[in-house]
């Protein structure tokens, strides 16, 4: 299953709401995962199962979707959100977007 | 904390071979089902290879034939057998615990392994 994310890039101001989203292939269930990615760090996960945040994960996180379009949407972005941002699916062997990089202005 | 700890990597001919570890700490490797995800320089991840609980295991297509994951349960530890090399192969290979319970998510990672193959 191919994962197309959009935008690939962008750039908004702290406090605003930021929606990145992801388009599928292939119709996904619900194994649809959505991690934050830090210069020299390994990959996050922020939430599991299209819409469930995982624990320790600031609630300004969410996740949502059917079939084949989901979306990551930060509800007021903090200057620690700087980051790439990947969709993965596990529906099948599991794949990845391209990424979504998060800049504050 | 859950912790996964990579080691093995390093520079490598084409054509060569290399075997990547990676110790589990609080958790039991063979109850899991455990991955190795690699990203290139400036790329993506890209998933390469699972063994799942029972033990089957499967493949990227990019890496199928060339490389073998396996698992030592006394050393609670994951292995992946890089053997015939190619310059692509280069990346940060990372293992990764994932969760059948939260949507088949990856959920610990290592810091990862640096593997570069190069004339």
């Known amino acids: 299953i191919q994962l197309t994310q959009s935008p690939s890039s962008l750039s908004a101001s702290v406090g605003d709401r930021v929606t990145i989203t992801c388009r599928a292939s292939e119709r996904v269930t619900k194994n649809l995962n959505w991690y934050q990615q830090k210069p020299g760090e390994a990959p996050k996960l922020l939430i599991y199962?299209?819409?469930s945040l995982q624990g320790g994960v600031p609630s300004r996180f969410s996740g949502g979707g059917y079939g084949t379009d989901f979306t990551l949407t930060i509800s007021s972005l903090q200057p620690e959100d700087s980051a790439i941002y990947y969709c993965q699916q596990s529906e099948k062997a599991p794949s990845f977007g391209g990424g979504t990089k998060v800049e504050i202005e | 904390e859950v912790q996964l700890v990579e080691s093995g990597g390093g520079l490598i001919q084409p054509g060569g071979s290399l075997r990547l570890s990676c110790a589990a700490l609080?958790?039991?490797?063979?109850?899991?089902?455990m991955n190795w995800v690699r990203q290139a320089p400036g790329k993506g991840p890209e998933w390469v290879s699972v063994?799942?609980?029972?033990?089957?295991?499967f493949y990227a297509d990019s890496v199928k034939g060339r490389f073998t994951i396996s698992r030592d349960i006394s050393r609670n530890t994951l292995y992946l057998q890089m053997n015939n090399l190619e310059v692509d192969d280069t990346a940060v290979y990372y293992c990764?615990?994932?969760?059948?319970?939260?949507?088949?998510?990856?959920?610990?990672w290592g810091k990862g392994t640096t593997v570069i193959v190069s004339s």
């Open positions: 990764a615990r994932r969760l059948v319970a939260a949507a088949e998510a990856m959920d610990v």
């Open positions: 609080r958790f039991a490797v063979s109850d899991n089902y």
């Open positions: 199962g299209i819409f």
């Open positions: 063994i799942y609980s029972g033990g089957s295991t």
